[in-house]
Structure formats: structure tokens, C-alpha cells
């Protein structure tokens, strides 16, 4: 600044104009020159997305939790020959721009080695765009059927969570050849809600049933007494409901309240531990849905269990939810692929991935080649009563076993897979 | 420094306020070369970038000519399903695609801007907040076109070939300098029609906009056209949104979007040429680094925009300008 000392002239001149800059250029330059040089053999690193605040933010908290478990196992086993991992957990704010931002971040400046994560089928979508442009792997945990096809699908893609179409056919199947052929929908307005609706007639087709009203509703919808009348009007035996979260919890309880149970049996493709908890027993009770998970499988999975005490140990003696587990596979599944394969490299994981049975909390899983869908069981589940509950995390029963089959998803050549 | 600064305080302000403000484009320019290094990583520089532009177009609108659209989002969203339209179902190059967006968008700004125009005040905001959703849920509904709820993916530039220049865009850093070309003709159109009599108009119109009718202008004419250049700037803005996410999500069209760029607009100082860059960078820097902190993030930001609204109603630059110009 000595040069501006000396010089006060009326108007800028060229020297100020320098000294200001290089000052500034300086002073912002700062923090990237002093900043430290990546190690090249760092920790492996999963990037991990999802909608810690927003409408799924409970959730979202919890499916971190769980991957974090996934972590911790994987480096007290001593990691990749001494090699540990590490979660890099972000906020997707449930919005497909922000999602993709915080990839792209993930991936350039943090260096992840694998994407797994988001909570709703836009984000994944987006998440998968941006994954399978710079060829990293993304494993999705949550609900799609158009993840899988052809359009969407890289070889980069794996998707754990099980999707509309298996979800809802298999409550269909269980559902539909007990009880009447008059079956109207529920369906939540965006992709989630049509394609669990498709997924219930096509099981429903095998059996014959007439769709005797299709309601569709707004996303968030607070307020279902101009849908429920149509629903009641139509008299049938069963009612799916194809939507989800606070819409499911909403369109139940104000059914519950027009006496709409007595009438006509509700079934709901995905009943979800942590909706029905915040819920209330007498909203879901008698409710059948269909999930990927179920604390109580720890009676007869042996998995299960391993899961269910690690995740106890953690959280004051509470089990793990449904979507929860999801994160806890899904960043649990890569860690092992990456030890069979016996590298970070995407190509051989993607290998190792493709080859894998495992079985990391409800049984036997692999992923079919064509499209990566994780092939896996679906559990069919009914809300039960309040009396019958044994403590406050006792609020299903399972009913039946969907077992993994590829029967149960759409063929390869449905999903356009040459 | 401090000792200069105390000698010479209103001079040394004063001048350097100058310098800038004669080369307020050039300015703009040095800060946003050096960005990329600064900020924690390249893609928030490119979304901070992008949203910038968006909030220069729209400032066009609300700062100078004095009229609250509540509908940007429109164009910003339509800029960005065209490009994205363009690349995905007609692969069409990133020169072809990005022009075409902008003249979406401009399109939508004239049907939008002579429906909307006649009304002033809260009724502007208003139908233009309505049309914006009608357009909203024209895009959802084609989703052949537009992808619906899943939003539009694949929007993928890999190669920019420029005769002797070929770069990658998917290095971070040559993304945001190839971003960056756009936002610095953009600036400098932007600085030109400031400058300009048309400029000179609409900052009169804002003032009295009797007067104006009164002196001869073409009042409504006049506004028509300030808001679809905005809608032209912010079209820009939203095609190359599409290139940087390369995904087009339904939400960029969403009204929380008209109502984000009036927040970056009022946090950086409406009507002045820097205010939208700084309003745009304070916010999503802010949003950015809180959000990683806490997940209350928006309880933070809530509060700093109320601080900003309560006791810097002139907004982030336009409280330095007159602290340095009293």
C-alpha cells in the first residue's frame, strides 16, 4: 500500500487499479494455494445422499445411521487389507437439482469412490444420471420401476430397494384370491403411485379382478374428503392405497374415520414401520401391506438378528426401520463386493457385484444381470391391533413370504434389455 | 492498511467505488475468474454462476424496471427443458441446444409478459405466479417431452469442440469457464442496455411512471419488453443449468423457484448491478456450508434473511454503496 501512500491523486490510476487487484487475487487465492494435496491411497470413500431434512428427513436419519453400522463393520473387519472406508453422508433436500449438485460435489472434490443413497424416484434418477456419466457406481435404496429399464439403466446402475412392481405384486397375489373381485385405487399423482397401481393389476389380472374406481390425488394432499366419497360410492371389497408417507397416514386415518374399514379391506403396497409408529395402532389396524423388512425376521433370520443388535446396541435398545435397512444393505453390499473384488477399481466391483449372493439382513440376495435389480424376498405384513401388541415396536405381523424369485420382476425383455 | 485506511478512509472508498463502478463488467469478471479456487468446490462456483445470471434477468424486471414477477421460474425452467428437450429427443449440439432454450424462454416472456402486463403492483405478482404454474403443469403433464415427475435425465454434454480449443465438460474446472463464457457476454449485454436509453426508461418508469407516460414513453411497451429480456436472461440462465446438472428436474419450474431468485435479488441489493452475483453467492455459499453443519439449516438462513430485510433493507451491496457514499 506504500504506493498509494504517496500518490493522492484526484482520480484512479493505473498503478491503484494493479495494486488492488493483485492484493485481492491475493487474499482469495489464499485458501487454495494452502490447500493440502490429496493422498493418492486415501480411505475408500461412499457417498451417501439422501433427504436429511424435509418430509422424508426422519427417514433419511435413519437410513444414514444404518450405513454408517455398514462402515464400522466393514473396518473393524480390517477393511480392505488395512484400507478403511468412510460415509460421506449429504442433504439431497428430497430436490433432484440439489441431489445432482451434491453428486457432482461428492464425486470431483470429495473423490468418492461409489455413490448409494436418495429417497424418492426423481432424485435417484437424477443421482443415476450423474453417476453413470463419470462411471461411478450408484447402488439406489429406494422405490422404482424406472431405474431398471432400458432408459435409465448403465452398467453403472444397481438398485437395492425393491420396486413398485414387486412390492405390489406380492400383496396383490396374497391379497386378491382370498377376497372380492371389486377393487378400486388410491393413487398418489406422480410415478410412485401409478406404478404401484400397475403393479397390483397386473397380479390382479391373474385372478380376475374389476377395477370399480381409480381416484387419483395431489401429491401432499391434506385433505381426502372429496376423494374417499367416490372410493365409497363404488362399493368395493378392497382398496389399494398407492401412495406414500404422510399421504398414506392422511388417507387412512380420514377413511378410518367415515367408517370406510368396516366396509371394505384396505391394503397398502408399502407399509412403512415408521409411518405406522407415528400413526397409531387403531389408523392401521388390519391394514396388509407388503415391505422389505421386518425387525421380528430376526426370529428366523439369522442376519436379521445380526442387524437388528448392532443397530439396538446404538439407539437405547430400538430396531431398525424398513427403509433404514436398505441403507444399511446397500452401502454394506458394495463394501463386500469391493473386498471380493479385491479393489476399489469400478470395473471389477461392478464384476463382483454382478456375481455376488449375499445376504446382509433379510436372506439370500443377488442382483440379476440384465437390469441389477436386486432379487429378494417381500414380506406381506398386517398392522395389528393394539391389544395384541407385546411392546411399542411389536406393530406387524407377518402373514406371508414372498420368496426371491425373478419371476416376481418384469422380464429383461419387458424392460427393453436386448 | 489499517493506518491508510483511516488517513484516507472516503477518498481510498471512494475511489476504489469508482474503479469499479466504471468497470463494473470487467469487475465482475476478475472476481468470478478467481471464483472456482475459492469457493469449496467447482459445482456450487457453476450453480452460483448460473443462478447469479438468473437473478441479474430478473433484476432487470424488479430492480430497474420496478415490477415484482413472481413467475421467473418459468423462464428459467423453460430455458432449460428446451436445452434439455433439444440434446435428449433431437440431439441437437450444446450450439444449437442452448439458443434454443433461450428462445423458449423468450417466447414464454412475450405470452407471459402481454397477459400479465396490464396489471401493476400485488396483481402483477399474482398473474404472474398463476401463469407460472399454468406452465408448470403444462411441462408435468407432457411427460414424453418433459419426463414428467421423474424430470427430464440425460441432458449430456461430454466434448466441447471450439476448432483449435477441445475440452472435456466433465471436468469440473473447464465446465465452470465454459459456463462462465456465457455469463460474461450476458454481463456485458446486461451493462450495455443498462446503459442505454431504453435503461434510462425503464429506471424512470420505476421512479414515476406517470412522469414517464407524461414525457412521451411507451410505459407498457416499454415494461413488455424489460420483461422479456429478462425472460431471454434467464432462459440463458436455465440452459446452461441444464448442461451443468445435466438433468432438467420438474422443481426448476416450481413457484419456490420464482420466490428463491426474488430472495438472491433482495439479500444482494435490488437495482443495483452487482447485488443479484452477491445475493446469489451469500445465499447458496450460506445454504451450502450451513447445510453440512446442521440439518436446521433453514432456520439459519431464515434468520439472516430477516437481519438482511430488517436492517440492510438496501440489501448486501446496496448497504455498502451508501455506506461508502454517504
Redesign the interface.
Known sequence: ?TS??KR?GP??TRR??LT??AAG?VL??A??IARPALAQEGPIKIGFPVP??GPY?SEA?EQARCAQIAVDEFNAAGGLGGRMAELLV??D?L???EA??RT??LI??DGADFICGSLS??VQ??V???CA??GKIYNSISQSD?INEA??FTKYTFHEALNPHMTAGAVGHHVFPDSGKRVAFLIAD??YGHEMARGFKVAGADYGIEVVAEVTHPLASKDFSTFLPQIQAANPDVLCLCNFGFDQLNSLKQATSFGMKNQMKMIAPALLYNQRRAGGADIYSGVVGGTNYYWKLEDEIASAKAFNDSYRAQNDGAPPSDYGAYGYAGVGVLLDAVKSAGSTDTDAVIGALETLKYDKYKGQQYYRSCDHQSVQSVFIIESKDEADMENEYDVFRVLATASADEGALRSCAELGHG | MRVTSTKSSPNLFNRLAEIIGRYRVLAVLVVLLIFPFVLPYQALAANILIYGLFALGFNLVFGYAGVLSFGHAAFFGIGAYGTGIAIVHFAAPWYLAIPLGVVAAGVTAMIMGALAIRTRGIYFAMVTLALAQCVYYIVYQLDGWSGGEDGLTGVTVRQVDLGLMHFSLFNPTAKYFFILAFVAVAIYVFSRILASPFGAVLEAIRENEDRARACGFDVRLTKWIAFVISGLFCGLAGALYAIHLSVVPIEVLHYHMSGQVVMMALLGGMGTFFGPFIGATVFLLLEDVVTTLTSHWQLVLGLVFMACVLFFPRGIWGSILRWIRP
Open positions: 500500500m498509494s501512500d493522492k482520480s484512479p491503484d487499479v488492488i487487484g487475487g482469495l487465492a485458501p487454495w436429511l431434512t428427513g436419519q449429504r442433504d433436500k430436490k433432484s437439482g445432482a449438485t457432482l460435489e470431483e472434490k424416484a426423481s434418477l437424477a443415476n444420471t450423474v456419466e463419470r424406472a432408459g435409465n406422480y410415478a
